[in-house]
């Protein structure tokens, strides 16, 4: 079992059940992330803000400063240009991530003009490639969006993972990890969603970023 994962149900041994399924899906944004493949998020109302948080932990430095290796620095230096240096040293490296929802020109057109309930489900299928993860929140397991989003995902060769919450909505059927925080309210389902999504950041940035 992942470290990051065992050190989680330390401090959270409510989590002992669903272990096996946060730790399963560590191994997949793992592989996602080494072979350079990108990792999308989906979620509603709260949920929409955990996506985020997850996208912004993945794209900047979270644990670790994540800085730029010398010949990428070089990179910059070659440009001859004022401030390129200092750039390159205030960058860090990310790992490709993406919430589905921000994108809100695509979201209102796409609703507006098709199926509102589709605009994750296209926004995914634009983007996808084989290798990619797709992250979808719904605390009570049953948001239509994001069903039909782990649908497309599925059809794009996509693995995908839900963070729901012990309802065991719909959305369970359609994605092939499943981690159910054992809490049936939205906000302690939540509070629980957080630990484990930074559980999984921090398993992958220490698995590309390791010193």
């Known amino acids: 079992m992942n470290r990051f994962v065992e050190e989680l149900?330390?401090?959270?041994?409510?989590?002992?059940?669903?272990?096996?399924?946060?730790?399963?899906?560590a191994e997949l944004l793992i592989d996602c992330?080494?072979?350079?493949?990108?990792?999308?998020?989906a979620g509603n109302g709260g949920s929409a803000a955990d996506a985020d948080h997850i996208t912004g932990?993945?794209?900047?430095?979270?644990?670790?400063?994540?800085?730029?290796a010398a010949e990428l620095i070089e990179r910059f230096a070659k440009q001859n240009k004022p401030g390129a240096v200092e750039l390159a040293s205030s960058l860090q490296m990310g790992i490709a991530a993406v919430n589905l929802g921000n994108a809100q020109a695509l979201v209102s057109a796409f609703g507006n003009?098709?199926?509102?309930?589709?605009?994750?489900a296209q926004h995914l299928w634009a983007l996808?490639?084989?290798?990619?993860?797709?992250?979808?929140?719904?605390?009570?397991?049953?948001?239509?969006?994001?069903?039909?989003?782990?649908?497309?995902?599925?059809?794009?060769?996509?693995?995908?993972i839900l963070l729901t919450g012990s309802k065991n909505g719909c959305c369970?059927?359609?994605?092939?990890?499943?981690?159910?925080?054992?809490?049936?309210?939205?906000?302690?389902?939540?509070?629980?969603?957080?630990?484990?999504?930074?559980?999984?950041?921090m398993a992958v940035e220490e698995a590309l970023y390791h010193e």
């Open 9 to 25: 149900i330390g401090r959270y041994p409510q989590l002992q059940a669903i272990a096996p399924a946060i730790d399963q899906a």
């Open 33 to 41: 992330a080494v072979k350079q493949h990108t990792i999308m998020t």
């Open 57 to 68: 932990e993945l794209l900047k430095g979270f644990i670790k400063k994540r800085p730029l």
């Open 113 to 120: 003009d098709v199926n509102p309930q589709a605009a994750f």
């Open 128 to 160: 996808a490639r084989p290798g990619d993860v797709f992250i979808g929140i719904s605390t009570g397991g049953n948001a239509e969006n994001i069903r039909l989003a782990l649908i497309a995902a599925r059809a794009a060769g996509v693995k995908s």
């Open 172 to 201: 369970c059927e359609y994605a092939d990890v499943v981690i159910a925080a054992p809490e049936r309210e939205t906000y302690k389902i939540q509070e629980l969603h957080l630990p484990i999504y930074h559980t999984l950041c």
